[in-house]
């Protein structure tokens, strides 16, 4: 008879990087969707009703009932992503101002896996991610897991030279790597840099001789102002082309059609993608060939109506969640006013902490919102929260911020 032995201590075995993984807070906060009274602004999810469904079953019958197109999509594909995506992808580029071909282009599973493989490709252990404070929680622990030290963007003037930069990194123990930013109504704030602080932006870069990493899945969804131009397209103008920039620029499919199929995109240098195209290879081989047949043919039928319902829609939420936070927030809680995307970003009073608000929001009042400290890399930003206007009803979001405002009263008070 065999002695049973102890079970196995999963904890000794694990990477050392798997102590700075932790769990989203945003993700742990999705999970009271499923509870039908809570009025949740908090994940940035787009809203089902503009999800093109009768198209996107159209366009898989139509794969499914032609026998050739169906074996190919079923099939492996190769890892740079379809031909035809990739080159509508070339074409929406180039109206942004950023001249590339289908060698500039790696399709990946949605935004986030192009945030882990550039974070795997440019970060060892001590290394430098220069990131906005706060910005997106996802690329943070995409990052973290590389085990990276973290410095702060310059906002606006300051006094920190190019050379602190390149001290602070390597007191750190490594080097900077790069510049991480979401330039178009970002998340979370929902701020957007201007044309002066793009160029700005990759002055900083060049001196520090680091790329910039441009995230931009909500650079589409403008509801006011004029368009500004794309970081990497500023780099493209003054480099004389896409082979001579430092902007690695990412775009994604999930906040225009549907997150569901997972389709993003990775625009840089012929170099960096023949690099990522190893990482693909190596990480899942190559997206769902039928996801990218679908994503491709949505593209070309009807990318800019879909824009344009999106824009009507969301902005109708924006405005009423706008006006709704001018009509409850007590004095002393501040908010931004961003020009598109999907998120308002408020400050409370120094001394509240958003994070000891929220069970009793969500306990209360019913109201579920994103602690801003989560989008710091240091932790710091506890008297800040996330809000986002994407999913709820115009009727949810005037009762959710009536609510909300009851409740920060009641805590300045």
């Given amino acids: 008879m065999t002695t049973p032995k102890a079970p196995l201590d999963w904890g000794t075995r694990y990477a050392a990087r798997m102590a700075g993984m932790k769990a989203s807070e945003i993700r742990e906060l999705l999970k009271l969707l499923d509870q039908p009274d809570i009025i949740s602004f908090a994940g940035g999810i787009p809203d089902p009703s503009l999800f093109p469904q009768t198209e996107i079953a159209e366009i898989y019958a139509r794969i499914c009932g032609d026998r050739a197109r169906f074996d190919a999509a079923l099939q492996y594909s190769v890892s740079e992503g379809d031909a035809e995506l990739r080159q509508w992808i070339v074409g929406y580029m180039g109206e942004r101002g950023v001249a590339c071909t289908p060698e500039n282009i790696l399709i990946t599973n949605g935004s986030q896996q192009a945030l882990e493989f550039l974070g795997r490709m440019f970060l060892s252990p001590k290394d430098t991610a220069l990131v906005e ?32 930069y390149r001290d602070n990194a390597q007191a750190a123990g490594g080097a900077p790597k790069f510049a991480y930013v979401v330039p178009d109504f970002a998340n979370p704030t929902g701020h957007t840099l201007t044309v002066s602080e793009r160029k700005s932006l990759l002055q900083f870069a060049r001196d520090l001789d680091i790329p910039v990493i441009e995230d ?174 994407s999913l709820p009803s115009v009727a949810a979001i005037k009762e959710g911020i009536a609510k909300l405002g009851d409740l920060l009263r009641e805590a300045i008070e």
């Fill in 133 to 164: 404070a706060p910005t997106y929680l996802g690329a943070l622990q995409a990052f973290s897991a590389m085990e990276p030290a973290y410095d702060t963007l310059p906002a606006g003037q300051t006094n920190r030279t190019v050379g602190s």
């Fill in 216 to 389: 931009s899945p909500y650079v589409a969804l403008r509801y006011d102002g004029d368009e500004v131009p794309m970081v990497q397209a500023l780099d493209c103008v003054d480099q004389g082309g896409i082979e001579a920039s430092r902007v690695i620029s990412l775009g994604s499919f999930s906040k225009v059609f549907t997150p569901g199929l997972r389709v993003g995109w990775i625009c840089a240098p012929r170099e960096v993608i023949g690099k990522l195209t190893l990482m693909k290879q190596a990480s899942d081989l190559s997206n769902s060939a039928i996801n990218q047949r679908v994503i491709a043919t949505l593209a070309t039928m009807r990318f800019d109506q879909q824009v344009a319902e999106g824009i009507a829609h969301y902005r109708v939420k924006r405005d009423a969640m706008l006006a709704a936070l001018e009509q409850h927030m007590p004095d002393g809680v501040e908010w931004s006013k961003p020009e598109g995307g999907l998120f308002i970003w408020v400050t409370l009073p120094d001394g509240l902490d958003a994070t000891a608000l929220l069970q009793k929001s969500v306990e209360t009042a019913r109201v579920a919102y994103v602690p801003g400290h989560a989008f710091y890399a240091d932790g710091s930003g506890r008297n800040t929260l996330r809000l986002s206007f």
